[in-house]
């Protein structure tokens, strides 16, 4: 049932519902209670018996009148009555194709919202259509998430048709790809497209994680599964790398390889400098194989390196730090595979070193020497009208 109510101090309202008749008193400060005579625990549900009673009726009326004064009657009407679909990812694109008498005028999508409305109102509506018989609010197109795209008739004075049917009052009707709407008296179609293609990336993305996932809960069941294996399979960050502080500015890679070899296997060094002025931070990050390794160098914290008392500590790294980490290894690792590569040919093939050399850099070559020409023509050709302007002015001279 809907209460409407009037701006005077104390209005009673008789009504009847599920527990019988019932007078609810707007007092001042606007509060709705729900006034019973009988103690019953019925009655002191939905309503006050003096001073006791959970009023229930009284702030389901107080809702419906914030809901009305606030014109949002009509959506917690949808979100009451259906399952909204909530994840955007989740929800299809929907185009209208308007045509009139065959021929193609006008076309419209809807996404990113869960529910449309449509009809003649710009201000509430979604879509607008200006025919005369067409209802402020004539319909609504929405997302369900039991039963798919759907199209709702709102009480419209002149109805919608699908595929020539009327639609009932406020009565879900699901939607597909080619059918058919008509809103009112209008002629024009509205042809229903449907695009599911998201909605099905996101769909397969889904199974690849769950393949993922069970992969690795596969992997687990391994009874001889090390520590640190279990731990990068859990997503775990693995506590190897050590931070090194109040380090020299001449220290290089090669002294805390040095410094830190007996501790256990070093997988990577890493000394940050300065952006700017390119000088080192005094600061370094060292990541070993194990756990146990840079545990063991913690112990090294307060020893002398190049005659300053280094700081170590276990460095607490974030898991785009230690990726960005294995990126710059494994580039340090190639680079140098190819100049180990590298070096390796010329030694087993000295004669080809410079012919390779010179073919590498030939274009180049050529092209510098062909601008090297050119300017020293140029310049010759200035030298030459150089010293011809001053024969004639010598001439000029003498003659005077």
Same mark, same amino acid.
């Given at each position: 049932?809907?209460?409407?109510?009037?701006?005077?101090a104390?209005?009673?309202?008789?009504?009847?519902?599920?527990?019988?008749?019932?007078?609810?008193?707007?007092?001042?400060?606007?509060?709705?209670?729900?006034?019973?005579?009988?103690?019953s625990d019925?009655?002191?549900?939905w309503?006050?018996?003096?001073?006791?009673?959970?009023?229930h009726l009284?702030?389901?009326?107080?809702?419906?009148?914030?809901?009305?004064a606030?014109?949002?009657?009509?959506?917690?009407?949808?979100?009451?009555?259906?399952?909204?679909?909530?994840?955007?990812?989740?929800?299809?694109?929907?185009?209208?194709e308007?045509t009139?008498?065959?021929?193609?005028?006008?076309?419209?999508?809807?996404?990113?919202?869960?529910?449309?409305?449509?009809g003649?109102?710009?201000?509430?509506?979604?879509?607008?259509?200006?025919?005369p018989?067409?209802?402020?609010?004539?319909a609504?197109?929405?997302?369900?998430?039991?039963?798919?795209?759907?199209?709702?008739?709102?009480?419209?004075?002149?109805?919608?048709?699908l595929?020539?049917?009327?639609?009932?009052?406020?009565f879900?009707?699901?939607?597909?790809?080619?059918?058919q709407?008509?809103?009112?008296?209008?002629?024009?179609?509205?042809v229903?497209?449907?695009?599911?293609t998201?909605v099905?990336?996101?769909?397969?993305?889904?199974?690849?994680?769950?393949?993922?996932?069970?992969?690795?809960?596969?992997?687990?069941?391994?009874?001889?599964?090390?520590?640190?294996?279990?731990?990068?399979?859990?997503?775990?960050?693995?506590?190897?790398?050590?931070?090194?502080g109040?380090?020299?500015?001449?220290v290089?890679?090669?002294?805390?390889?040095?410094?830190?070899?007996?501790?256990?296997?070093?997988?990577?060094?890493?000394?940050?400098?300065?952006?700017?002025?390119?000088?080192?931070?005094?600061?370094?990050?060292?990541?070993?194989?194990?756990?146990?390794?840079?545990?063991?160098?913690?112990?090294?914290?307060?020893?002398?390196l190049?005659?300053?008392?280094? *700081?170590?500590?276990?460095?607490?790294? @974030?898991?785009?730090? /230690? +990726?960005?980490?294995? =990126?710059?290894? %494994?580039? &340090?690792?190639?680079k140098?595979?190819?100049?180990?590569?590298?070096?390796?040919f010329e030694?087993?093939?000295p004669?080809?070193?410079?012919s390779?050399?010179?073919?590498?850099?030939?274009?180049e070559?050529?092209?510098?020497?062909?601008?090297k020409?050119?300017?020293? *023509?140029r310049?010759?050709?200035r030298? @030459?009208?150089?010293? /011809? +302007?001053?024969s004639? =002015?010598?001439d %000029?001279? &003498?003659?005077n």
């Open positions: 049932f809907f209460c409407f109510f009037n701006d005077t104390t209005t009673e309202i008789y009504t009847r519902s599920i527990v019988g008749s019932v007078r609810c008193v707007q007092e001042t400060e606007r509060e709705l209670i729900n006034m019973l005579g009988e103690v019925n009655n002191l549900f309503g006050i018996i003096g001073n006791k009673g959970q009023n009284g702030r389901i009326l107080e809702q419906i009148r914030k809901d009305l606030d014109d949002l009657e009509l959506e917690h009407w949808l979100f009451v009555t259906f399952q909204l679909q909530e994840d955007m990812k989740s929800v299809p694109i929907i185009k209208f308007v009139k008498d065959n021929v193609l005028v006008d076309s419209n999508t809807f996404d990113g919202k869960s529910y449309f409305f449509l003649s109102q710009g201000r509430k509506c979604d879509y607008t259509m200006a025919h018989s067409i209802s402020r609010l004539h609504c197109l929405l997302h369900d998430q039991e039963n798919g795209t759907i199209i709702l008739d709102l009480g419209s004075k002149a109805g919608t048709w595929n020539g049917e009327k639609l009932k009052v406020c879900p009707y699901s939607l597909k790809t080619g059918m709407l008509t809103f009112g008296q209008s002629s024009r179609k509205y229903v497209r449907i695009d599911y998201a099905e990336n996101k769909f397969a993305q889904e199974e690849k994680n769950l393949e993922k996932e069970l992969q690795r809960l596969q992997k687990l069941e391994n009874p001889h599964l090390d520590k640190d294996s279990m731990k990068e399979l859990l997503g775990l960050v693995k506590q190897d790398t050590v931070y090194v109040n380090l020299g500015y001449s290089t890679e090669d002294d805390l390889r040095e410094c830190f070899k007996g501790c256990g296997k070093i997988t990577s060094v890493r000394i940050p400098d300065d952006y700017m002025t390119k000088r080192k931070k005094g600061y370094a990050f060292i990541t070993f194989e194990t756990e146990a390794a840079a545990k063991q160098a913690k112990r090294h914290s307060g020893i002398l190049l005659d300053r008392k280094i *700081k170590v500590s276990i460095a607490d790294k @974030k898991p785009e730090v /230690e +990726s960005r980490i294995q =990126k710059e290894t %494994s580039e &340090k690792l190639k140098k595979d190819k100049e180990l590569a590298r070096k390796d030694h087993r093939h004669g080809h070193k410079r390779r050399r010179k073919s590498s850099y030939s274009e070559s050529g092209r510098h020497k062909h601008h020409k050119e300017s020293r *023509k310049r010759r050709s030298n @030459k009208s150089g010293s /011809e +302007s001053d004639s =002015k010598s %000029s001279s &003498k003659s």
